[in-house]
C-alpha cells in the first residue's frame, strides 16, 4: 500500500484515493451550500431589522422632545424653589423670635 493504487488479487484498488477524492467533493458541496444558505440576511429579516431601527428611532425622538421638555421645567422649578428660599429667609428675619416674645 505504498502507492495509493494497489493490486488486490490482480484488480486495481483505488479505495483510498477515492475516499479522499469523496472526502473533498463532499466538503466543496458543503461549503458551496452553506455559502448560499448563510450569506446575509434574508427579506424578511432585513424588513423587520428596518421596521425595528424606524421605531427605535421615533422613540428616540420622543425620548429627546420629554427631556428637553423636563429640563425647561427643571429650570424653572429650580428658580421658584430659589425665590421660595429668599422669601422664606426674609421672612424669618423680620419676625420676631419665639423666646423674644414668650412673657
Same mark, same amino acid.
Not at 34 to 46: D, L, N, R
Given at each position: 500500500? &505504498?502507492?495509493?493504487? =494497489?493490486?488486490?488479487?490482480?484488480? $486495481?484498488?483505488? +479505495?483510498?484515493?477515492? *475516499?479522499?477524492?469523496? !472526502?473533498?467533493?463532499?466538503?466543496?458541496?458543503?461549503?458551496?451550500?452553506?455559502?448560499?444558505? &448563510?450569506?446575509?440576511? =434574508?427579506?424578511?429579516?432585513?424588513? $423587520?431589522?428596518? +421596521?425595528?431601527?424606524? *421605531?427605535?428611532?421615533? !422613540?428616540?425622538?420622543?425620548?429627546?422632545?420629554?427631556?428637553?421638555?423636563?429640563?425647561?421645567?427643571?429650570?424653572?422649578? =429650580?428658580?421658584?424653589?430659589?425665590?421660595?428660599?429668599?422669601?422664606?429667609?426674609?421672612?424669618?428675619?423680620?419676625?420676631?423670635?419665639?423666646?423674644?416674645?414668650?412673657?
Amino acid at each position: 500500500m &505504498a502507492d495509493a493504487v =494497489s493490486t488486490l488479487g490482480g484488480r $486495481a484498488s483505488c +479505495r483510498p484515493r477515492s *475516499r479522499s477524492v469523496v !472526502a473533498r467533493l463532499v466538503a466543496f458541496a458543503t461549503a458551496a451550500a452553506m455559502s448560499q444558505t &448563510a450569506c446575509g440576511y =434574508s427579506e424578511e429579516e432585513m424588513a $423587520a431589522k428596518d +421596521r425595528e431601527i424606524t *421605531r427605535l428611532r421615533a !422613540a428616540l425622538a420622543t425620548t429627546r422632545e420629554q427631556l428637553a421638555q423636563d429640563e425647561v421645567t427643571f429650570e424653572a422649578t =429650580s428658580l421658584r424653589i430659589d425665590d421660595l428660599r429668599d422669601e422664606v429667609g426674609r421672612l424669618a428675619s423680620s419676625q420676631p423670635t419665639a423666646r423674644a416674645r414668650a412673657p
